[in-house]
C-alpha cells in the first residue's frame, strides 16, 4: 500500500521504516506523487528538488542497512523559502531573490540532515516573510487545501498548506509576528513558535531579527515535538541562541499527566469584540473538553494586549527597514542597471521588492528617523517590556493560556488585499507571543463552514514541554478532524 | 583682523590586529590578499547570516581604554548605523552608539618640551568596510576589508594647535603598538584621523562653526589640513564671511581641503540597538585582568629610565619609543646588573642598535643574539678587555652570524693587549722605527703622540690598551 504513505504522520513513518516494512524511497515517491496529483491546485511548493530527495531517500535507506537510527531519517519535509538551503533556490518569495542560491546551508537545516530528513523543496511565503496569507509573494499565491478559494494564511502558508495536503509528512516555518501559528491554524494542522533563542536563526533570512524563529508545522502535536527536539539547541554562530539543554520534547509527552491538575489562564483580552462567534464557541468548547479531562481554567488578563499590534509593526517594521538593506543589487541577487550607483540601487530595490515590503520598509525607516526614534521605535520598546510583564505575571498564576490563533477562519482570497490595516489586525492573537519571546503552538479545534479553527496554547519562556503536552492532551481529548482535505 | 585661536577634536580609527574579523572567523589580515578572498556569509552579508562578538576585539579596545585612563562600561550594546554605500555589504555598520565600550579617559601629550592633557570622550568598537576601486566604467568591490575591528577613539575638543594634534596622534599610535593592539600603520589604512575644527576669537569664549575633515591618512596630512583650516577660516572671518557647516576631505595633491557635503545632505543614519547582538556584559573580573596586564606605557617607562638610571631626558624618550627596543634595553641592562652600567648600555642601544636597527630594517625580535650576549659584548669593552673600536667589530659578528662575544673575541684574537711588558715592546720598537715624530714630540709638538699610538695599535693589530699604549709612550719619550 505504498501509494497511500503520503497520508502517515512522522511518528508512524518512522515505526514503520524502523521495522523496516517500507523504505525511504518508497515513502519519498510516494510524497512526490501526492504533491504531482494536487499542487497543482494548492501551490504550495516555489520550488522542488525531486531528484534530490530520492537520492536523500536512497541514502537514509543506506544509512539505516547500516543501523543508523537517526529521528528524522528517511522523512520527508517541505522548508519554508525564508530559509537557506545550500544549492537549493532560495527567494523568500521574492523577485530580488529569484535567482538567488545560497552557498551555504542555515543551522536547522544541518541539523535536518544530520537527523536523516530529506528535503522535498522549498514552500511559498509571503515577501520576506511580510504577510498574512501569501498573496504577496512575488510568484503566486497558495491556495488553503480545505477550500481552495481561501488563502492558507501566512507567511508560512506554503509550509501550512503542504502539511494539510499531506504533500509532505513535516515542515518548518518561520514566524515573526504569527507566521507559523496563523496558517497552521487556517489550514487545520499543528504550528509552533518556540522560545526566542530556542531555535538557531542563522540561515533564517531575517525579518524583524528580535522576533523571528523557526518552528515545526505537522500533522500531529508529537511530530511537532520530534522536529522540534531536532532543530533546537544554542547554536555559536547565533548569539541569541540559548545555551541551555533541549528537553526530550517528544518522549515527555508519553510521560505527560495529560490536562490533570493544569492552569490553564484564559486571557480576558483576547475574548473581544471581532472574534468571530464560530471561533469564540470552539474556544469554549475547548477549555470545557480541557476541563472535563482536570484542567482548572483560570481567568486572567493581560492588559497591555490593546497595544501588541502597534508595537509589533513598530519594531517588526524598523527592524525589516534594516535588514532588507543587504538587497542592493552589489553581490547576489537582481540588479536593474541604473546610470549611477544612486541610480541602480534606486532601479535595483524598485523592480525588486513588491510593494508590501516596500511599504514596511518606509514604515520602519520613518519610525528609526532622527526625531522620530524616541516616540515610535524606543517607546515601542518600552511597552514591549510591560507586554513582557503582563506575560511573566500570568505564569506566576497559570502553566499555560488558551487562546483563539485567529479573530476568524480562513479568509477569501483577495478579501483584504486592498486594506493593509484589515490585514495587520488579524495578527492581533499571535504578534503577543513573539514580541514576550514566549512559545506558542496552534492546534486544529474544530471546523466553520469548513474551515478549521486553531486553538493557541502559549507557555512561559523554555516551557516548551508544557505547551506541547497541554497541545497534546487536547488532540487525543478532542475529535480528530478528516485526514485528508477534499481536494 | 581679530587673532582666532583653534577648537580641534579627533576622531581617530585603528584597526585592530586580531586574528579573525570582528563579527566572523575570516582572517582579519586583508594586506596583500586577493580580492575577496577572506570573505564568509557573514562578512559578505548573504541572507541569513548573524554576527557573532570577536571577543579579543572586545579586551583590545578595552585595554586601549584602560591605557588612555577611561571608565570601562561593563554593559556594552551594539548598535547598527544605517547607509547606503557599495563597500558597507549589510547596508549597515555594526556600531557602539549611545553605550560605548570605554567613556571619560585622558591622554597626556608633549608639545615642544610642554605637557597638556587631552579629553577622550569615548572608545568604541565597530567594524570596518571593504574597499573600492574606480576604474573606467565601474568600481570594483573587495570586502577582504569588510568586518576587520575598527576601535574609534574620540577625543575632547582641547587641542589647540597642529603641533598638538600631531603629538596626540603619535602618541596614541605608540600607546596601541606599546598595547599590541593594532599596526598603527598610517600608510597602510591601520590608522584614519578625522578632525574637527572651529575657531574662536582670542578673548571670547563663543566658539565658531565647526568643520569636520575627513580622510587623513597621514601625520603630515594630520598636520597640514589642520594648518589649512586654520588659516582659510581666520581669512574668511577676516574677510567678513562666514564659515559653512561642512564635510570637507583633505585633498593630498593639491594640499587643500574640498568640501565632500553640506549640512544639508547630512545623514540619519537611524541608529537602533543591534538586535542580532544580546547586551554584551563584561565581567569585571576580566576588566582587573586587563588592568593588570596593561604593560608600562611610554611616559611611565621614560620616567622611571631618567629617575633609576639618571638617564637624560632624550635618551630615555628614544629608547622608550618602541616597545621591543625599551623591553630589549632593559633585559641588557638585567642582564648585565653587575658588570655594566645602565648609561653604557643606553649608549651602545641608541647608537649601535638602532643604527643597524634603522639600516636593515629588521625588528629587535629578529636580533640574532639575546639581551644578555649584548651586556656581554658592553661589559667587555667597559672592563677593557676589548677596545671600544673591537667591541663594535665584535657586535658586527654577533649581528651577522649571533655568535657569542666571546667567541669572536677569541676566534680574532681581538683580546685586548694590556700587559705592560708587551706594549712596552711594541712602544720601543714604534720610537725606533719613527725616529723624526718621535723626536717632534720630544721638542714639544703634543699632537704627534696620536700618530704614534696609531703606529702601536697597529702593530699589535689593534689589539693594544690604547690608554696603556699612550701612557707607556709618554714615559718613554719623555725618559
Not at chain 1, 295 to 316: C, D, F, K, N, R
Not at chain 2, 304 to 310: G, I, S
Request: charged residues 20%; neutral net charge.
Amino acid at each position: 500500500m505504498t501509494d497511500s504513505l503520503f497520508q502517515l504522520t512522522i511518528e508512524q513513518a518512522q515505526a514503520r521504516l524502523s521495522r523496516k516494512e517500507i523504505s525511504a524511497v518508497e515513502l519519498t515517491e510516494s510524497v512526490l506523487n501526492r504533491i504531482l496529483a494536487v499542487d497543482n491546485q494548492v501551490k504550495a511548493f516555489l520550488s522542488l528538488q525531486p531528484e534530490a530527495a530520492l537520492e536523500a531517500a536512497r541514502r537514509a535507506d543506506d544509512r539505516r542497512a547500516a543501523g543508523d537510527t537517526a529521528p528524522l531519517l528517511g522523512i520527508p519535509l517541505a522548508i519554508k523559502d525564508s530559509i537557506i538551503t545550500k544549492g537549493v533556490p532560495t527567494t523568500c518569495g521574492s523577485k530580488i531573490l529569484e535567482n538567488f542560491v545560497p552557498p551555504y546551508n542555515a543551522t536547522v537545516i544541518k541539523k535536518l540532515g544530520r537527523a536523516g530528513a530529506i528535503v522535498l523543496g522549498k514552500t511559498n511565503t509571503d515577501e520576506f516573510t511580510m504577510g498574512s496569507s501569501t498573496e504577496h509573494s512575488a510568484f503566486f499565491t497558495t491556495s488553503n487545501p480545505w477550500n481552495l478559494n481561501c488563502v492558507p494564511g501566512g507567511s508560512s502558508g506554503g509550509s501550512a498548506a503542504a502539511i494539510a495536503a499531506h504533500e509532505a509528512l513535516g515542515a518548518l516555518g518561520t514566524d515573526t509576528g504569527g507566521s507559523i501559528r496563523q496558517p497552521a491554524a487556517f489550514c487545520g494542522v499543528v504550528g509552533l513558535k518556540p522560545t526566542y533563542g530556542r531555535v538557531s536563526r542563522y540561515g533564517l533570512i531575517a525579518h524583524g531579527s528580535s522576533l523571528d524563529q523557526c518552528g515545526p508545522l505537522a500533522k500531529s502535536v508529537a511530530d511537532a515535538a520530534l522536529l522540534l527536539q531536532t532543530i533546537a539547541g544554542h547554536d555559536p554562530r547565533d548569539s541569541t541562541t540559548l545555551d541551555r539543554p533541549v528537553p526530550a520534547y517528544f518522549d515527555d509527552l508519553k510521560r505527560s499527566h495529560g490536562f490533570k491538575g493544569l492552569k490553564i489562564g484564559i486571557p480576558r483580552e483576547y475574548f473581544i469584540e471581532g472574534l468571530a462567534p464560530p471561533v469564540e464557541k470552539a474556544m469554549r468548547a475547548a477549555i470545557a473538553l480541557a476541563e472535563s479531562h482536570g484542567a482548572a481554567p483560570v481567568e486572567i488578563s493581560l492588559p497591555h494586549t490593546q497595544y501588541g499590534i502597534p508595537v509589533y509593526y513598530l519594531i517588526a517594521t524598523a527592524e525589516a527597514s534594516s535588514n532588507l538593506s543587504r538587497y542592493d543589487g552589489v553581490r547576489y541577487g537582481l540588479r536593474a542597471p541604473g546610470d549611477d550607483m544612486w541610480q541602480t540601487y534606486f532601479e535595483t530595490r524598485a523592480a525588486g521588492f513588491g510593494p508590501e515590503v516596500k511599504r514596511r520598509i518606509m514604515l520602519g525607516a520613518y519610525a528609526l528617523s532622527a526625531g522620530y526614534y524616541d516616540a515610535y521605535y524606543l517607546k515601542a520598546q518600552k511597552v514591549r517590556t510591560l507586554i513582557r510583564r503582563d506575560f511573566e505575571a500570568a505564569f506566576r498564576q497559570v502553566d499555560v493560556i488558551f487562546a483563539p490563533t485567529t479573530p476568524d477562519v480562513a479568509f477569501a482570497k483577495g478579501a483584504n488585499l486592498d486594506d493593509p490595516l484589515k490585514m495587520y489586525l488579524s495578527d492581533v492573537f499571535t504578534v503577543m507571543a513573539n514580541l514576550a519571546g514566549i512559545p506558542g503552538i496552534t492546534v486544529p479545534a474544530g471546523f466553520s463552514a469548513g474551515l478549521p479553527i486553531g486553538l493557541q496554547i502559549l507557555g512561559p519562556a523554555l516551557g516548551e514541554s508544557a505547551i506541547l503536552q497541554a497541545a497534546h492532551a487536547f488532540e487525543q481529548a478532542a475529535d480528530r478532524h478528516p485526514p485528508i482535505p477534499p481536494i | 583682523m581679530t587673532t582666532y585661536e583653534a577648537i580641534i577634536g579627533m576622531e581617530v580609527h585603528i584597526e585592530l590586529q586580531t586574528q579573525s574579523k570582528m563579527f566572523c572567523a575570516c582572517p582579519a589580515s586583508f594586506f596583500g590578499a586577493a580580492p575577496n578572498i577572506n570573505t564568509c556569509p557573514t562578512c559578505l552579508a548573504l541572507p541569513g547570516a548573524l554576527p557573532v562578538i570577536n571577543r579579543q576585539a572586545v579586551a583590545y579596545t578595552a585595554l586601549t581604554g584602560l591605557a588612555l585612563n577611561c571608565r570601562i562600561h561593563r554593559r556594552n550594546v551594539f548598535a547598527r548605523k544605517n547607509y547606503f554605500y557599495p563597500d558597507l555589504p549589510k547596508g549597515y555598520q555594526i556600531s557602539q552608539y549611545e553605550l560605548p565600550l570605554c567613556t571619560d579617559g585622558a591622554l597626556d601629550i608633549t608639545v615642544a618640551g610642554a605637557g597638556k592633557t587631552v579629553g577622550i570622550t569615548r572608545v568604541h568598537l565597530e567594524e570596518d568596510t571593504g574597499k573600492l576601486t574606480h576604474v573606467s566604467g565601474g568600481s570594483l568591490v573587495d570586502l577582504n576589508r569588510a568586518g576587520v575591528p575598527l576601535m574609534e577613539i574620540v577625543s575632547e575638543p582641547d587641542i589647540r594647535s597642529a603641533a598638538e594634534a600631531y603629538a596626540y596622534v603619535s602618541q596614541l599610535r605608540q600607546i596601541v603598538r606599546y598595547l599590541g593592539v593594532s599596526s598603527g600603520d598610517m600608510e597602510k589604512g591601520a590608522m584614519r584621523c578625522e578632525v574637527n575644527l572651529s575657531l574662536k576669537p582670542v578673548d571670547s569664549e563663543v566658539w565658531g562653526t565647526k568643520v569636520e575633515v575627513k580622510n587623513l591618512n597621514s601625520f603630515r596630512a594630520v598636520r597640514n589640513a589642520i594648518t589649512w583650516e586654520i588659516a582659510r577660516q581666520t581669512e574668511t572671518l577676516n574677510a567678513g564671511g562666514q564659515v559653512e557647516q561642512v564635510t570637507m576631505g583633505w585633498d593630498e595633491t593639491r594640499g587643500r581641503t574640498v568640501v565632500q557635503r553640506s549640512k544639508e545632505d547630512a545623514h540619519d543614519y537611524r541608529y537602533f540597538p543591534e538586535p542580532d547582538l544580546p547586551p554584551l556584559n563584561l565581567d569585571p573580573v576580566r576588566i582587573d585582568e586587563l588592568a593588570d596586564s596593561l604593560p608600562e606605557l611610554p611616559a611611565a617607562k621614560a620616567a622611571r629610565y631618567r629617575a633609576t638610571w639618571q638617564l637624560s631626558a632624550q635618551d630615555a624618550a628614544l629608547l622608550t619609543e618602541h616597545r621591543d627596543r625599551a623591553e630589549y634595553f632593559e633585559a641588557a641592562v638585567a642582564a648585565g646588573a653587575d658588570t655594566i652600567s645602565a648609561r653604557a648600555a643606553a649608549n651602545w642601544m641608541t647608537g649601535e642598535i638602532f643604527r643597524r636597527l634603522n639600516e636593515s630594517g629588521i625588528a629587535v625580535a629578529d636580533i640574532k643574539f639575546p639581551p644578555a650576549d649584548f651586556a656581554r659584548l658592553i661589559a667587555l669593552v667597559e672592563t677593557g678587555k676589548i677596545n671600544r673600536q673591537a667591541g663594535k667589530d665584535v657586535l658586527a659578528g654577533m649581528w651577522q652570524f649571533g655568535a657569542q662575544p666571546d667567541a669572536i673575541v677569541a676566534a680574532k684574537g681581538l683580546k685586548q693587549i694590556s700587559d705592560s711588558g708587551a706594549i712596552e715592546k711594541i712602544v720601543t720598537q714604534v720610537i725606533a722605527e719613527n725616529p723624526d715624530p718621535a723626536a717632534q714630540f720630544r721638542a714639544g709638538k703634543e699632537k704627534v703622540i696620536g700618530f704614534l699610538v696609531g703606529q702601536v695599535m697597529r702593530h699589535s693589530r689593534g689589539k693594544a690598551n690604547p690608554k696603556l699604549a699612550e701612557a707607556a709612550l709618554r714615559r718613554k719619550l719623555a725618559s
